[in-house]
């Protein structure tokens, strides 16, 4: 769509798609003008800016913010996305994902400032980060593919917490129920955390 | 055949009643004498037998918080408690002596466990068993206030990296643990277990917890069987036990929830090896290897308790304690098959 220079009357209907009052297909080609044009730019933002500013202070931000909050998220896009985990659908490629170096359908875990998680059905969660520093990154191999005593590697367990792994703890925590930490301590403690959840 | 009468109380009173006289630390709080650590060390354990308490248990660490009503009444040798969850599915605990029973109402399955480890505080007081001191040492802290109480507080430090340290709050009138910390190695806190409020030298009720114990009309009732068992005879041999701990028991027996412990799909029973060094326990699960279930390997924790599990040729080896990963792993690498 060809947009001529910015003019005054664009202005004002730039203006009024700020306050909400345009909508239809006029939206559009503003939003092509004033991608195009720096001055609208810097009206568009200072106008957002001042509502911001109206509603709390904790809202007022410089344009170079926004500029580059778009430049990082763009820059990360496209060092990921990663598929991490095949869908449900895709489990026949199970044995190429786990061959193929084991980042799939895996656990990691990551400080990252995207994350997606998707808890899938068979207890493999799906996790894509954006975001260079995995922790961890626990490969979900093959049944049968992990030679015996290769090391695993670290993880949350609230991410692998399934009903599975709290077999285990109500079982140890009958045992670990008491310590000399004196009975009702470390007894509640067990009784309190909800392990054997049924 | 119920497991019962085991001995590891009498192990863990050992590291509290003889942890202070190996304690080589001056003492921070010039107020407490060495012997006086040993004194309170008992009195936690005194008031732990011995006094009615009523109060909110809050315990959390790794990103969990659960709570716990929770009454504890005494009347001459037996303890009573009630414990009603507080935080997701409604769950009651209740427990006369060594007998257990966990009801679950939405679902009316109630568990009955016989505990042979949670009685009899004068075996711990007659326990001579010596050496935990090696592994921890007990320092006092001064004072401080728990949900309400003065407080003592007690730091036990870990002699080596393969078991956590412990701060304590006991109340001071009465010796009650009021709090505790598990600390990681860098004395992070793990995991925090401590009365949000509690009043001490209630009138006991110990009727009302029985009654509600006999009273399971409507309740499926599940027994959990603990069958005791050695590793050798199952085929296993542990050839290097962590320092410091020692195997407090062996069982087989089931893992799955109560309620999913019968009929055909019921799991293959697992080999349960329980190890102590008197302050944490370490567990240690055998089963067969099954594809279906076994899919990954992992190590993993959650507040104090991490989980290490891996393949072990045809088996499936879990390992579960209160100590740092490294203590698992040792577990885990010492295990060893037996040529049959």
Request: glycine share 8%; with cysteine; proline share 7%.
């Amino acid at each position: 769509m060809a947009i001529g220079p910015f003019d005054e009357s664009a202005r004002e209907r730039l203006s009024a798609m700020a306050d909400g009052e345009i909508d239809g297909v006029e939206p559009a080609s503003l939003c092509a003008g004033w991608a195009a044009d720096e001055a609208a730019r810097r009206d568009w933002h200072t106008w957002h800016l001042i509502g911001d500013v109206l509603r709390s202070e904790d809202l007022a931000s410089d344009p170079r913010r926004d500029r580059e909050l778009c430049v990082a998220i763009r820059t990360r896009l496209q060092q990921e996305p990663v598929v991490l985990a095949p869908s449900r659908g895709l489990a026949g490629h199970r044995g190429r994902w786990a061959v193929g170096g084991a980042i799939a359908a895996g656990m990691v875990l990551f400080v990252g400032t995207f994350t997606v998680i998707h808890p899938t059905n068979d207890a493999s969660p799906v996790v894509a980060q954006a975001d260079r520093g995995p922790v961890a990154v626990a490969p979900a191999p093959l049944p049968g593919t992990v030679p015996a005593g290769e090391e695993p590697v670290v993880a949350d367990m609230r991410m692998i917490r399934d009903a599975q792994l709290d077999r285990y703890l109500a079982a140890h925590k009958q045992f670990a129920g008491t310590s000399a930490l004196g009975v009702p301590s470390a007894f509640l403690r067990g009784a309190t955390l909800d392990t054997a959840s049924r | 055949m119920v497991l019962r009468a085991l001995a590891p109380l009498t192990l863990a009173w050992a590291v509290l009643a003889h942890a202070a006289p190996v304690c080589g630390q001056p003492l921070v709080a010039a107020s407490a004498p060495q012997n006086d650590v040993r004194s309170w060390l008992l009195r936690i354990h005194d008031a732990a037998g011995r006094r009615n308490f009523q109060g909110t248990f809050v315990v959390s660490g790794g990103g969990y918080v659960a709570s716990a009503r929770i009454s504890h009444f005494c009347e001459g040798p037996n303890q009573y408690e009630r414990i009603e969850s507080l935080d997701g599915k409604q769950r009651k605990v209740y427990r006369y002596n060594e007998v257990v029973h966990t009801v679950w109402p939405a679902s009316h399955i109630a568990m009955i466990e016989q505990r042979g480890m949670l009685s009899s505080f004068p075996a711990l007081l007659q326990a001579g068993d010596d050496g935990i001191g090696d592994w921890y040492e007990v320092r006092a802290e001064g004072s401080d206030r728990v949900a309400g109480h003065d407080a003592d507080v007690l730091a036990v430090r870990a002699r080596d990296p393969l078991r956590y340290g412990y701060r304590l709050w006991a109340d001071h009138a009465s010796g009650l643990l009021l709090r505790a910390e598990v600390l990681g190695e860098k004395g992070d806190v793990l995991e925090t277990s401590a009365f949000s409020e509690v009043a001490i030298g209630v009138r006991p009720q110990p009727e009302a917890v029985l009654q509600a114990m006999r009273r399971l009309d409507g309740y499926r009732v599940v027994r959990p069987l603990l069958t005791p068992t050695r590793l050798e005879s199952e085929g296993w041999t542990m050839r290097q036990i962590a320092p410091g701990f020692r195997q407090v028991s062996c069982v087989s027996r089931q893992i799955d929830p109560p309620g999913e412990a019968s009929g055909a799909s019921a799991s293959p029973p697992v080999v349960q090896s329980i190890y102590s060094d008197g302050l944490t326990y370490v567990s240690v699960f055998i089963e067969p290897f099954r594809p279906e279930r076994h899919t990954r390997p992992f190590l993993a924790a959650v507040g104090a308790t991490s989980t290490l599990a891996q393949r072990q040729g045809d088996w499936w080896v879990t390992v579960v304690g209160d100590t740092p990963p490294a203590t698992l792993r040792m577990f885990a690498a010492a295990l060893e098959r037996r040529k049959p």
